[in-house]
């Protein structure tokens, strides 16, 4: 039993893994395929949520066209997993922002959680969740470290 | 294993439906209850993360002290549970407000994250994420509608 938990939260960590290695190399395809046809994004911009695969593909896209190559920071901090036999999800903080003209960093701390389910034998995100906490009075977002 | 599932499903639709109608009451001890001892919470507002239920336990208290009993309103919508055995997790939006003192509706939406783990044989929420998107220009919340 404990064995079969560890098994399954090892590939739940190796999916974050080589999804965070495709976001960094800003490739959509490789994204993407992590996520499953009828995937449910709640992201942190732009809209209250996103229905499907493609739609959340183009988001993604309008989202990685205003950044640059070399000049994103998208850093994973502690990372949880609880992860069953062909259910889990994960949680992880994200230190999320860019370098610009000037070389000067401009970063603000996000929250992620992704939904995975086993379909076929492969793990696939059907939810992800992504958010930075705002200030009730202002309804401005938050600038706040760990 | 459908049979499984859907029993698992089932029974995690009652816990979300027993923790709102826990927030309804404003009944912190039935609020807290469905919470793990090391739940990891990303709430919508004032900080970056709440670590174990006492810190969120006070978090809580301190969001319902701002409603008045009958003027809250939090009505869950599109509900999505992926069950397993012994992990799950379900997505919702949640319109969320109040009755200000002239009695107009003040309401926005957001949406939700739940995780489940069946610790001991009961199915305990260690996870919850809740939050608004933003504006990416202004950082401001938006007033979006599904």
Known sequence: MKTAQATAEAAIRAQVDSWLHAVLAMDIEGIVSHYASDIIAFDAVSQLQF??????????????????PGTMIFEMHEVHVTAGDDVAFASALIRCGGTGENGEEKAGWMRMTAGYHKLHGTWMVVHEHFSAPFDMETLQVLDVQP
Do not use: F, I, S
């Not at 499907?52 to 990685?64: N, P």
């Open 51 to 68: 229905k499907g695969v493609e739609v959340y593909r183009k988001h993604w896209q309008a989202c990685l066209a205003m950044c640059r």
